[in-house]
């Protein structure tokens, strides 16, 4: 007993809250005999405080995830393009880092819940009648992190996970079993809430998600019943009708309807307050090419809030420094068109790296002449690398040429926002999919009409969070008439808005990739005619690039590869070849991350 309740204490002492919550739980680190009167509330804030970022890893991770989306692409002239992903029929390729949403949910989220539920439920029933609100919002997102990790390997232990004594070797579960037992614990978890008794544990101070507000957390349950089911449509149709008519029935349809209801962390800490490696978003990458030449040629507004000028203008240093001692050929050069521009991106496919895709398949950066000797200056831009990591890598008080002079760099500590999980845009452009396919309203909204509010939605947020994290030109950033220049025209219209709101959410646009197709994938030849079909082609359909290493397209990884303990490795083996057997688009093993997870119909 006195084991378990020692690992309890070491999900606690990390909590960051308020200085009578930390004195508080010195006392409980101190007496651990006062553990079983720890109000479980303080449980939830200590396991959840850090949840999907609880590592640095978790934030580069997410760099392989954003390369896979071509929102970014290593730098470098002969950098390995190749490394990330698979050629037909090879037994060895790239992996993607996803191990860490196994390893989130069973040593920090998942235990933690459990636990607290488990406490829960032993309480008096005076006592325990209290605490429902805190039930249903810890089932709630034990749901969502354990069907994060099982969207990306297909297997898990659940029913019989964090129970050591009675299951020391848990089995795993399946996401053809699992998704209808997630959707039936959000129902359960919604008509608590919807059902719920007065005079519940106030949670305002403890609920890093929602303040305690249940309405909330009763359209982010709804939400999420929608998004599983929606992934699991090719599979199962039904299922899908069956979730939006009992939502539209029994919660009156509702769905998270803003930003301040999307689902996200408010961070009770610095923002990735440290960059020594988590600046490789500055240091290392690029913007790609798809996603900048997207964005120009349908004069998105957002291009500016989403992608980092480069160093060819007035507003950079460096650039100002150059002009004072240029040659006669440089000044030239500067003044035509292509070097008044201040946004390219670098091609993604390791074939570009040649002389014949000219500067967007080098590196980031171009010599020109000066008078003396010569000067490096970029014209390949960086994403904008704030909503990733802090002032975009760069440090304050370090001078950077990289640097422009409307960059405000802000002291780590004032850099406090909410990272969006599921998100108000998010769930209008899924919404928008359902009525497109179904061909008609759902939830009181035609496909046109959830596509309007989606776009509108991913025009304010990235408004206002640029704005809290000093984005330049995000006070500015308004959407003018891009609706009307790009109205709705269909599914791809959907997808192609999407993937550029899911810059800041790559995991997701991942997976819109793999259950739809989009945005698909076109050759990009030297010398070749932007002409409709290609990519930035001003139509508002967004096309990536095929990775043709000159002999052929290489193939993105489409899940991850099964972690587990080695104590438990006989039924991980199994899990594997079951869902190999299930289908064999599984792939040829369990390292073969080319392969499809079950709800990764073909």
Known sequence: MKKKQLYILGLIVFASLGQSCKKHMIELNTRPDTLEDVDPKFLFTSTVQDINYNGRDRIINRYTIMSYMQYIVRDGADVDLSGLYWASGATKGGTPPVASYYEDYYKVVGVGLNRLLAKIEVMPEDQKIRYENLKALSQITDVYQAWRAVDLFGAMPYDQAFQDLKYPNPIYEYDYDLYKKFDAKLKTAATAIKNIPGNQVDMALNDLFYNGDMTKWLKFANTLRIKIAQRYEKRDPANLEGVLLDIQTN????????????????????????????????????????????????????????????????????????????????????????????????????????????????????????????????????????????????????????????????????????????????????????????????????????????????????????????????????????????????????????????????????AMWKRTGYPQSKDFRPGQPTTPGNIGDGTGIAYLENLWNGNENLIRPRRGVLPGSDLNSANKFKAAADMKAKDPAYGNDINDAKGRIWWDKQ
Request: with cysteine; aromatic share 14%; glycine share 6%.
């Open 251 to 510: 919660f009156n349809g509702q769905l998270i309807g803003t930003y301040e209801e999307s689902f996200g962390i408010n961070h009770t800490k610095d923002w990735n307050n440290n960059v020594d490696d988590l600046n490789q978003i500055k240091t290392s990458y690029n913007a790609a090419y798809p996603f900048v030449e997207f964005l120009k040629s349908t004069r998105d507004p957002r291009l500016a809030v989403l992608v980092r000028e480069n160093q060819l203008g007035t507003n950079n240093p460096a650039y100002n420094s150059l002009v004072a001692i240029a040659t006669p050929a440089t000044l030239a050069q500067l003044a035509t068109p292509e070097y008044q521009q201040r946004y390219y991106g670098k091609h993604t496919f390791p074939a570009s790296q040649s002389a014949a895709y000219g500067p967007t398949g080098a590196g980031r950066f171009q010599t020109f002449a000066t008078t003396s000797n010569s000067v490096n200056l970029t014209y390949q831009s960086l994403i904008q690398g704030r909503y990733f990591v802090k002032n975009s890598g760069f440090k304050v008080d370090v001078p950077d040429p990289l640097l422009n002079t409307n960059d405000k760099l802000v002291a780590g500590g004032l850099l406090k926002y909410k990272s969006l999980f599921i998100s108000y845009a998010e769930t209008c452009f899924m919404m928008a999919e359902i009525a497109a396919k179904k061909g008609a309203a759902v939830l009181g909204k035609d496909a046109a009409t959830w596509y309007n509010a989606g776009v509108t939605a991913s025009f304010d947020q990235y408004k206002r969070v640029g704005t809290d994290i000093s984005v330049p030109y995000a006070t500015t950033l308004d959407m003018g008439d891009y609706l009307t220049r790009f109205p709705y025209r269909g599914l791809e219209s959907i997808y192609s808005q999407a993937w550029v709101h899911y810059l800041a959410q790559p995991e997701e646009a991942w």
